[in-house]
């Protein structure tokens, strides 16, 4: 019965290890929100440059005193106040990743050149291009410049970036015959549809003026783009080209200190399943610091805060719509993100994504990116989990089974043969019950001792699993011709038993009763 015992316990504690083992595994299967850290908010630059032949006054304001020639442009202060400043911004002011672009105006508007920074050695081929302008036409066709520059932010399709327009110029409107701005009534039209674009996209739009004379055409240019006074500057005296660049660089280094950046452009984000199906949302924070010298307020677009393209089943809520930041001090938003679709065979989903901000609001960048959503199956995030149910639930089974062996008293029927020759009628015992060999009945359960000279010659009882432990009383018995005191049998296994006089009763088995037993004999499959 020890044995047995052992043994079954041993077969628990085997399967609790598997359990544990498991269960370890299982604590490593979670679903992952991704961090993808911060980026750098790059910007797209657009300086719009005029090109005409006043640029090469030899005196700024003073026509009449002449043009410096064309081989010797840059001796002009306006020529090359411009060319440096621009130099300049290209060198020290864009960050990596700017793209930036110079488009001249004149009798026509051109793309000068166009790069996104991303060598250093980019930036000195900006400033030899630039040192090749000519400032030689003899037009200044200002609203095409700028329909030229609203229609190159519009082709670059980066909403993540700040655009910001900066115009240099040192004259009047004075298109050529042929623009297609020559009429009063085009250009104002013009000029409404720009600044209608300029609003709606929160452009930074800046305008740059050369010389004491272009104020108020600068302030017209202003008024007609809807622009504040803080976007004109006006250098009236130039003296030398640092006066210039000086202006520049106060519009660059305002930019910088008036911006609220994002803490990542990208989402990635990992949904769990639900457990009878669909999937879970999942929370993801986007994190803004603000550079501006006074508090700000994002304002989020209150129907529609996060637009989602190319993919309907995805939705995106956020909180809080309206948040404050105070200058350099984090602010966040939280997003949940939910998917309602089939989960597709690649199991993750790519769209596009897009803060909506309200009319009032203040941007930040980048507001605009990829979102990428991983959905696992089922059998990913819970396969585990199933089979350490079925697991858990064998070793339950195994030790409630134990538990119910104890409690409960099972039973077997039995017939005593010696020489196959019943010693008595076939007797139901449980575990533990016991019966005699004797010479004479006694009270309880006994069988013939068959001829032995002895009262009780030896007890059975039952342990269990079909085993029956013999115990000598006034007889010895013999195992194989061996005198044992205590001796442990299964069904069908013989012994003999001797008195004290030697006579001897042998070939004595326990078996099961034959077919006439009216109560029926154990099954050899039995359990018990």
């Given amino acids: 019965m020890k044995t047995a015992f052992l043994r079954e316990s041993s077969d628990v504690r085997r399967y609790c290890l598997i359990l544990l083992v498991m269960t370890i595994l299982a604590g490593g299967v979670k679903p992952v929100f991704a961090d993808i850290g911060t980026v750098a908010a790059n910007d797209d630059f657009i300086i719009i440059l005029d090109q005409s032949g006043s640029m090469r006054e030899k005196i700024p304001g003073r026509p009449e005193l002449g043009y410096e020639p064309v081989e010797n442009r840059m001796a002009a202060y306006k020529a090359k106040g411009a060319a440096d400043a621009i130099t300049f911004a290209a060198g020290s002011m864009l960050r990596r990743g700017d793209h930036f672009t110079v488009i001249t105006f004149g009798d026509k508007s051109l793309v000068f050149l166009s790069q996104q920074i991303g060598y250093e050695h980019e930036r000195e081929v900006i400033s030899r291009h630039i040192k090749g302008l000519l400032f030689n036409d003899r037009k200044t066709d200002i609203p095409d410049s700028l329909v030229q520059a609203a229609e190159l932010l ?196 790519i769209s596009n994504y897009a803060f909506q901000f309200a009319q009032a609001s203040v941007p930040f960048y980048p507001h605009a990116g990829n979102i990428e959503i991983i959905l696992p199956s089922w059998w990913e995030v819970y396969g585990l989990y199933a089979l350490l149910a079925v697991i858990l639930t064998a070793v339950l089974f195994s030790v409630i089974l134990q538990i119910i062996r104890r409690i409960r008293v099972p039973e077997i029927r039995i017939m005593v043969t010696a020489n196959d020759v019943p010693l008595g009628e076939p007797m139901t015992l449980k575990i533990k019950e016991s019966f005699v060999i004797a010479d004479k009945h006694f009270e309880g359960r006994s069988v013939s001792a068959k001829g032995l000279s002895c009262k009780i010659a030896a007890t059975v009882r039952y342990l269990g699993r079909r085993k029956f432990e013999v115990e000598a009383a006034e007889a010895k018995i013999l195992d194989e011709g061996k005198e044992v005191e205590r001796l442990q049998i299964g069904m069908n296994r013989f012994f003999d038993l001797k008195d004290k006089e030697g006579k001897l009763l042998r070939l004595i088995s326990i078996g099961q009763p034959g077919a006439g037993d009216p109560f029926g004999g154990s099954h050899g499959n039995d359990p018990f």
Avoid: C
Wanted: without cysteine; aromatic residues 6%; positive net charge.
């Fill in 154 to 349: 519009k082709s670059l399709k980066t909403p993540e970036r700040r655009k910001i327009v900066i115009m240099i110029t040192d004259g009047a409107n004075d298109p050529p015959a042929d623009s297609l701005y020559i009429r009063s009534d085009i250009q104002k039209k013009t000029y409404e549809q720009l600044r209608n674009t300029i609003h709606a996209n929160k452009w930074n739009v800046f305008l740059v003026g050369l010389g004491r004379e272009t104020k108020e055409n600068i302030n017209e240019i202003a008024r007609n783009l809807g622009l504040t006074g803080d976007s004109t500057k006006i250098v009236e005296n130039i003296q030398n080209s640092r006066e210039v660049t000086d202006k520049l660089t106060e519009i660059f280094k305002g930019l910088q200190d008036a911006r609220v950046e994002a803490g990542k452009k990208d989402i990635r984000l990992t949904l769990k399943p639900g457990l009878f199906g669909g999937y879970e949302s999942g929370e993801d924070i986007v994190s803004l610091m603000s550079f501006y010298g006074v508090d700000v307020e994002i304002k989020l677009d209150n129907t529609l805060p996060v637009r989602i393209t190319g993919n309907d089943d995805l939705k995106v809520t956020v909180t809080p719509l309206n948040t404050k930041l105070i200058p350099r001090q984090p602010g966040n938003l939280n997003l949940s993100v939910s998917f309602t679709g089939k989960r597709p065979d690649e199991g993750r989903v």
